[in-house]
């Protein structure tokens, strides 16, 4: 089996490459040097050239709540055109199975949680990531069309929750959540500053998954394609509190300072819990516990960012 990662040098990308069941597989990660995503042509000579038996698409432009505000232009025309290119350069070039990666982002903002997949295109998206959000749910619909017409083709599309992790990004202009929390929680406990400052009050919910265990899901994906569901979330099957996450990675790094809220910035939805219902029923379900998780990644931000790590 040859297959074919997009994003290869992300977080999912990386640790799907790391993931063991993926020994014996040939395995495609070209860099941007190799593949240009935002060019078509360039994207379907690379697909006739190589014949993959299966893509899965993990590259996109991601980051935070300050990013996506920041840069809802890029945010839209990139990942718009990267998953544009790449499916429709597949159809051209007879790939028959691809996995495409969602977003949660994708749910309207005034969704009932827990978020189920019929949910999507019901409401007004979060405004403060729509433009990353349009773009997911447009390829995600891409997939199915093309499925719909010609039923030889199967584009399937996973919605994870929220991801974090090693390989994840800790630069507080581009991060989410849980990587900025253990940067910004590190930094003020080597500078020993007594106060670190959240934004909002706190008790908004996120779910955050750690990322090999998304991994441990495309593998089983690429296992059992066949019956795996058109449109599917990965997710936990609960949630936490900003502040817990907070809480959790002060107890890993070892602060013991005070948090103060900021009640002026912006939070986005009070509420983000995908449904994992078609999950369980297809049979797998994540591992790692939050603690784990943001013990694992902690060390891989000390040992391979923190500049005093």
């Not at 042509?41 to 935070?64: F, K």
């Not at 991994?215 to 997710?235: E, I, K, T, W, Y």
Request: glycine share 10%.
């Amino acid at each position: 089996m040859k297959l074919l990662i997009t994003g290869g040098s992300g977080m999912v990308g990386r640790n799907l490459q790391a993931h063991p069941g993926l020994q014996g597989i040939a395995v495609l990660a070209p860099g941007r040097n190799e593949l240009d995503l935002l060019d078509f042509g360039s994207v379907e000579r690379y697909l006739r050239a190589n014949s993959p038996d299966l893509i899965i698409h993990c590259a996109g432009t991601v980051g935070g709540i300050q990013a996506n505000m920041r840069e809802p232009v890029r945010f839209l025309l990139e990942n718009l055109d990267m998953g544009r290119n790449l499916v429709w350069a597949a159809k051209n070039a007879e790939v028959k199975r691809l996995i495409n990666l969602g977003s949660s982002c994708m749910y309207p903002r005034d969704a009932q949680n827990p978020l189920k997949e019929e949910m999507i295109l019901r409401g007004e998206l979060e405004p403060t990531n729509e433009g990353y959000a349009l773009a997911k749910v447009t390829i995600a619909r891409f997939c199915e069309y093309i499925g719909r017409e010609d039923p030889g083709y199967q584009y399937k599309t996973l919605i994870p929750c929220n991801l974090y992790g090693p390989w994840d990004k800790f630069d507080p202009g581009h991060s989410h959540l849980i990587p900025a929390v253990i940067h910004k929680i590190y930094q003020a406990k080597i500078a020993g500053d007594e106060e670190v400052v959240i934004w909002g009050d706190g008790t908004a919910r996120r779910e955050f998954m750690y990322a090999p265990d998304l991994a441990d899901c495309l593998v089983r994906a690429m296992q059992h394609f066949d019956s795996l569901p058109g449109v599917m979330n990965v997710g936990l099957g609960r949630d936490y509190t900003i502040n817990e996450y907070y809480r959790t990675v002060a107890q890993v790094i070892g602060f013991e300072g005070e948090f103060v809220h900021d009640l002026d910035k912006p939070v986005g939805m009070k509420q983000k819990l995908v449904d994992v219902e078609r999950q369980m029923g297809w049979g797998w379900q994540a591992k790692t516990s939050l603690l784990d998780g943001v013990a694992q990644t902690f060390e891989f931000y000390r040992r391979q960012m923190a500049p005093n790590g």
